[in-house]
């Protein structure tokens, strides 16, 4: 039968046929590769799921993680963030306690912001706190002196609420093109001194993170903050969750992380090497994908250099030469080394890992 | 704190010593971003050891 005719249901506002309208990554949070679920002490400027980075003035304040607490998630979702403060905080002037999905200009540039096409975009989240009353963050540029501070509404404790927020585009403000840096910041707050706060609704040029009067989440002890099916898009009406398959939203993250071993004990990694001294190897790791710039390296645990007949010791790992793909990988403090015996690379134990972050 | 790194080949990258990560002298990589902004407060990595 000849299609004759397009049901104009699939491209009203409520269609979900529409893939990658989301701009944020893991906005459903089931990609954790750091904890694997677990949830830690957060500290500054690191991730509890990835792509989502907590920044803090303060250190140990919350615990965080992937279904923090194993409250039940929102109809349609299995995942969320969760937040709940380690011990509360009375916020000064210059505090910051915020969750942030930094987007990349590739992501974002096609939005126009900062010209006469800037365009509408909508913010929508599930959203659940122990605490109720008016809460906040923002959207804010790469320089941190263009932000627009957002408002919201909890009005139930300890119950699931869906916000929508459209924000007309700025014509104004310093936004970066389609480059590999910071697009666009979304950030949530859970406690914003008065330096960071604004007028909420209104762009101004000011690094605003949160808006004036926002509940601060850390200024209770115990408080909890979970958040899910954060979604940023154009247009001016919140669609249906942009679900991804598992696979490609593990591989968007991988942009920005990758990480090997913690699993088997005994795990290979990606790479091929020569021996070149005794306590020293030097080889090729090839990334699972190409990442947003070249990688820094964290070596978790100890590793081996195996020749198929004997482990050895891998010491150090380090980069050398680093692009979007590959590094050269060398180690120090190796032992039993021989040189121009070619050697594979393999987890000495499941707490063994080497991650590679790009993050923005 | 930092320690600048030489590899077999002289290429030059920085040691993060607060877990060891290893930063490429990448302008895009945040990590080596917070590197420069380190120096600008006036902070002196430690020297590189020949070759590791």
């Not at chain 1, 005794?278 to 590793?303: D, H, K, Y």
């Amino acid at each position: 039968m000849a299609l004759t005719q397009v049901d104009q249901g699939l491209l009203g506002t409520n269609a979900q046929y529409t893939g990658f309208k989301n701009r944020i990554i893991n906005g459903a949070m089931v990609i954790d590769q750091r904890n694997a679920g677990a949830s830690i002490t957060i500290a500054d400027s690191s991730f509890a799921v990835d792509r989502f980075i907590y920044v803090a003035s303060q250190a140990s304040k919350f615990t965080a993680g992937q279904n923090l607490n194993s409250i039940t998630a929102p109809a349609g979702f299995t995942n969320y963030l969760g937040f709940q403060t380690l011990s509360s905080v009375s916020i000064g002037a210059g505090d910051y306690f915020v969750v942030s999905q930094k987007i990349e200009g590739f992501n974002s540039a096609d939005l126009n912001w900062g010209t006469a096409n800037a365009q509408t975009v909508t913010l929508s989240f599930r959203v659940y706190s122990s605490l109720t009353g008016t809460f906040g963050g923002s959207l804010r540029n790469s320089a941190a002196n263009y932000s627009y501070p957002f408002s919201y509404s909890i009005p139930v404790a300890n119950t699931w609420t869906t916000i929508s927020i459209t924000i007309a585009g700025p014509t104004s403000g310093t936004w970066i093109a389609a480059t590999n840096g910071v697009g666009v910041s979304v950030n949530f707050s859970l406690g914003v001194g008065s330096t960071y706060n604004g007028t909420a609704g209104a762009w101004a040029s000011a690094n605003n993170l949160s808006a004036t009067g926002a509940t601060s989440v850390v200024g209770t002890g115990s408080a909890t903050f979970y958040i899910t099916g954060v979604q940023l898009e154009k247009g001016s009406t919140a669609t249906s969750f942009d679900y991804r398959p598992y696979g490609t939203e593990l591989q968007l993250c991988q942009r920005y992380f990758q990480t090997w071993g913690g699993t088997t004990g005994n795990e290979y990694a990606p790479w091929s090497g020569l021996g070149y001294n005794s306590t020293t190897a030097e080889g090729c790791f090839t990334f699972i994908c190409p990442m947003r710039s070249a990688p820094s390296l964290t070596q978790v645990g100890n590793w081996v250099f195996n020749d198929v007949a004997s482990d050895n010791a891998a010491g150090t790992l380090g980069i050398g030469t680093t692009g979007l793909q590959t590094t050269q990988m060398r180690s120090s403090g190796a032992t039993g080394i021989t040189q121009y015996r070619p050697y594979t690379l393999r987890a000495s134990s499941t707490a063994s890992r080497i991650q590679l972050s790009a993050e923005l | 704190m930092y320690k600048l790194c030489k590899t077999l080949t002289n290429q030059e990258f920085v040691i993060r010593l607060s877990d060891n990560a290893s930063i490429p002298f990448d302008p895009d990589n945040t990590d080596y971003q917070a590197y420069l902004r380190w120096l600008e407060e006036g902070n002196t990595p430690e020297p590189a050891e020949e070759n590791q």
